[in-house]
């Protein structure tokens, strides 16, 4: 089993900026890539952006391409999402997950989720 706790969410203004965690623990060796997914009230949840955890090598949705930044520390099993000039259409839940088999931007390739932390961007 792989458990994965996010935290990092909050309130903040539109432009500001926040470093989302999620920390792995359990079988964290099973882990081939991790994405960060969101999804606001009443819509679908979203791919944001993942990470292969040997190679390190990156993809992100159009919407947050320039603004965000995933990025791993591999020695504390931590995976970061760094949120810069955020919009108010960037509030959403929040979700991290781990994939076995790959580095997708489909909810249905990661085994392993969290519970969420909220991010709101206010006007």
Do not use: H
Not at 30 to 42: D, H, T
Not at 75 to 84: D, G, H, R, S
Not at 90 to 108: I, K, L, P, Q, W
């Amino acid at each position: 089993q792989v458990q994965l706790v996010e935290s990092g969410g909050g309130l903040v203004q539109a432009g500001g900026s926040l470093r989302l965690s999620c920390a792995a623990s359990g079988r964290t060796f099973s882990i081939y890539a991790m994405g960060w997914f969101r999804q606001a009230p009443g819509k679908e949840r979203e791919f944001v952006a993942s990470i292969t955890w040997g190679g390190g090598s990156t993809y992100y949705a159009d919407s947050v391409k320039g603004r965000f930044t995933i990025s791993r520390n591999n020695a504390k099993n931590t995976v970061y999402l760094q949120m810069n000039s955020l919009k108010p259409e960037d509030t959403a839940v929040y979700y991290c997950a781990a994939s076995r088999v790959a580095s997708s931007r489909g909810a249905t390739a990661y085994d392993y989720w969290g519970q969420g932390t909220q991010v709101t961007v206010s006007s």
